[in-house]
């Protein structure tokens, strides 16, 4: 069946980069001149997405107004031919062409339980998830593309994963797997932020996942468990999937920039204002300049 629908949970508070993000929520800091939310939904568009549904919560609206017309500032760019380019710009967000719902996480409990409050949503199908923290840069082949595609081959859950330093892997978690053909592999089992001696690989789930809506029993069954004032991991969920054999990976390709994280942010705007068509000459120059400094 293909993947037409994809959520992308934005309920978190942000606090590996704070104080940007007391006010501001973390998926609208900007990469250059766009937030990188809009990065993640224009991924999602690009891979045959049609219907996404966007998890925020108290304080987050503003996510849900970028993707809005603003009828005073189209109004005044369009009575100005010079600034055409720039209503162009501004029009991308709320043109972008697919549908776009939004739900409140209202209890903070991770990010298992922000899925699982798109089961309505979903309904009877497979669906992608794009984390709002990860934007990754693939323009010839989405990265959501790239798991759909290895989703409808096996018929089965798909996680998007990379080979990170082995110091790193206790951030994320450490995939157990078994190679099938080319960069795809089963996914065996995984462990949520691993201590040292419990790693299965130096693979680690990477902002992208498929699932298959039978993750929702699994959810609700593992958020019911949750003692109360812990959070409960998707990654419990997949991993259950995985020993049960309905779970595969991808090593994909392209570029993640990690932005709940403040050298993350910082590499994204640098990495992508060089390839950007108004700035992309002169930032080249500015670091250049600045390295000779260093």
Do not use: W
């Not at 929520?25 to 990188?36: F, G, H, S």
């Not at 017309?69 to 109004?75: V, Y």
């Amino acid at each position: 069946m293909r993947v037409r629908k994809a959520i992308i949970p934005a309920a978190g508070l942000g606090t590996r980069v704070l104080p940007a993000s007391k006010a501001v929520p973390k998926e609208m800091l900007n990469i250059v001149d766009k937030p990188a939310i809009q990065y993640i939904v224009e991924e999602a568009v690009a891979a045959g997405i049609e219907d996404i549904l966007i998890i925020t919560n108290r304080g987050k609206s503003a996510i849900e107004d970028h993707f809005d017309h603003s009828f005073e500032l189209e109004t005044q760019l369009a009575a100005n031919p010079k600034k055409a380019d720039i209503l162009e710009q501004v029009l991308q967000a709320s043109q972008v062409k697919c549908n776009i719902y939004f739900v409140r996480q209202k209890v903070t409990k991770g990010l298992g339980h922000a899925i699982l409050c798109g089961k309505s949503f979903v309904g009877n199908e497979p669906f992608a998830v794009l984390y709002g923290d990860d934007v990754i840069i693939n323009h010839e082949d989405p990265v959501t593309a790239q798991l759909a595609r290895v989703c409808e081959a096996y018929g089965c859950g798909v996680v998007g994963v990379k080979e990170v330093d082995r110091k790193d892997v206790p951030k994320y978690c450490s995939v157990e797997n078994t190679p099938v053909e080319g960069n795809v592999m089963r996914v065996t089992s995984i462990v949520e932020k691993p201590a040292p001696g419990t790693f299965r690989s130096c693979y680690s789930i990477l902002g992208r996942v498929i699932l298959p809506p039978e993750i929702f029993g699994m959810l609700e069954e593992g958020v019911a468990k949750c003692p109360a004032g812990e959070e409960y991991y998707l990654t419990d969920a997949l991993s259950d999937l995985g020993k049960a054999g309905k779970m595969m990976a991808v090593d994909f390709n392209g570029t993640r920039y990690d932005m709940g994280n403040k050298l993350g942010i910082l590499q994204a705007n640098c990495e992508l204002a060089l390839a950007h068509p108004e700035i992309g000459a002169e930032a080249r120059a500015y670091l250049k300049s600045l390295a000779e400094t260093l």
